[in-house]
């Protein structure tokens, strides 16, 4: 692991230690091993934060674009590049803000990168304009409706079911359940899914 992620790790990961109980010693153990339970937690709540790992450059809306060639630059000294529409378009200055006050919580041994405040500018700019569109209008009734609307909005703003197509929303649920199950560790079943896809295609028709 690089001493940037791990730096990062701890960053994320204070908040959720400073309201944990000190773990009372093992029996047999010492302080290496608290020091071990208390590392394995900042790492593990770290991750849960952190973007699932498997997007690569060329998979960046316009990769070749300034704002793309930024985040591929920035975020990835930290953690694993993310997609744009991961967040809405209200949620993503919330999100940068939030990553460039820990970039500058790190320790310059680190040699973490900090954009500038007009690298930060056109960042923000790119990942709104490629966000995903969030339902502004009541959702299409039909079975799965309720199943949608609790799913998705665990781990984000409830998207808009005409945002992808109904020959496109079997892969995107299916991406979407991967990454569940790697921040959550759990995930819709194999029923629930085919309910979602089979919704969300009916919807994506209803103009």
């Known amino acids: 692991m690089s001493r940037s992620w791990t730096g990062l790790a701890i960053v994320v990961g204070l908040s959720v230690v400073a309201g944990c109980e000190r773990p009372a010693p093992a029996s047999g153990g010492g302080q290496a091993s608290q020091d071990s339970a208390r590392a394995a937690l900042l790492l593990a709540s770290a991750r849960v934060a952190l973007p699932p ?47 460039w006050l820990r970039m500058e919580l790190l320790d310059t041994s680190f040699a973490v990168p900090k954009p500038t405040p007009t690298e930060r500018m056109v960042m923000v700019r790119y990942m709104q304009d490629n966000a995903f569109m969030v339902a502004t209008s009541p959702l299409p009734p039909g079975p799965g409706a309720d199943l949608f609307r609790t799913t998705c909005s665990r781990c984000h703003e409830l998207p808009d079911p005409r945002q992808h197509s109904a020959s496109d929303w079997a892969t995107v649920v299916t991406r979407m359940r991967q990454h569940m199950e790697s921040i959550l560790r759990q995930s819709p079943t194999q029923a629930e899914v085919q309910q979602l896809v089979l919704y969300l295609e009916q919807a994506s028709r209803r103009r």
């Open 53 to 99: 790992v498997g997007v690569v450059p060329a998979m960046l809306p316009a990769p070749g674009s300034e704002g793309a060639k930024l985040v591929g630059q920035y975020c990835t000294k930290c953690h694993a590049l993310p997609l744009p529409s991961s967040h809405s378009t209200t949620d993503w200055p919330v999100v940068l803000r939030r990553m």
